[in-house]
T-cell receptor, first 108, second 112 residues
Framework: KNEVEQSPQNLTAQEGEFITINCSYSVGISALHWLQQHPGGGIVSLFMLSSGKKKHGRLIATINIQEKHSSLHITASHPRDSAVYICAVEGGSDDMRFGAGTRLTVKP | NAGVTQTPKFQVLKTGQSMTLQCAQDMNHEYMSWYRQDPGMGLRLIHYSVGAGITDQGEVPNGYNVSRSTTEDFPLRLLSAAPSQTSVYFC???????????FGPGTRLTVT
């Protein structure tokens, strides 16, 4: 079993819909990251959080340390949000473990 | 700032050949790392460095060597390429192990 599990693996939505991507992990962590990988392959960091909630524009990330679970929400989704969203966790030894990613397609 | 740069973008090797993937960053980040990304799998850590002169193994280090002689550069060496090393390789850096990660554009490597 992977240490970081994401769901769903694939997600198709209509423009304007509210999107939720989930991440569960099984190890103790110091921080959790959400990354976005565009179709061209580039990876950018969206959020780094260790507690609570963060918001950036239409994106919201939450984490529940006790339940070892994080969610990434996208409000008013747009076709340009189509990408692979990756959850990654940092343990105590400076290494990071990644989920397999969620492929999001937003249709106009 | 150029951020994190990687060269080459694409490379084809024959089994047994050696090569070095270059990674450089101009943000004075202490932490640098190499990942490989394979279809259907998450990014996996190959090697990382917490500062010049210090490197450590990640999840999948076999077949790869690294060194960190300067803060800016973190090359990844394939000693004797194997088809199992066909992958996309990403270099990343951050201020510390717990900081926001900045990724390079990736190197797509094919070993035949």
């Amino acid at each position: 079993k992977n240490e970081v599990e994401q769901s769903p693996q694939n997600l198709t939505a209509q423009e304007g819909e509210f999107i939720t991507i989930n991440c569960s992990y099984s190890v103790g962590i110091s921080a959790l990251h959400w990354l976005q990988q565009h179709p061209g392959g580039g990876i950018v960091s969206l959020f780094m959080l260790s507690s609570g909630k963060k918001k950036h524009g239409r994106l919201i990330a939450t984490i529940n340390i006790q339940e070892k679970h994080s969610s990434l929400h996208i409000t008013a989704s747009h076709p340009r949000d189509s990408a692979v969203y990756i959850c990654a966790v940092e343990g105590g030894s400076d290494d990071m473990r990644f989920g397999a990613g969620t492929r999001l397609t937003v249709k106009p | 700032n150029a951020g994190v740069t990687q060269t080459p973008k694409f490379q084809v090797l024959k089994t047994g050949q050696s090569m070095t993937l270059q990674c450089a960053q101009d943000m004075n980040h202490e932490y640098m790392s190499w990942y490989r990304q394979d279809p259907g799998m998450g990014l996996r850590l190959i090697h990382y460095s917490v500062g010049a002169g210090i490197t450590d193994q990640g999840e999948v280090p076999n077949g790869y060597n690294v060194s960190r002689s300067t803060t800016e550069d973190f090359p990844l060496r394939l000693l004797s390429a194997a088809p199992s090393q066909t992958s996309v390789y990403f270099c990343a850096s951050s201020y510390g192990g717990g900081g926001e990660q900045y990724f390079g554009p990736g190197t797509r490597l094919t070993v035949t």
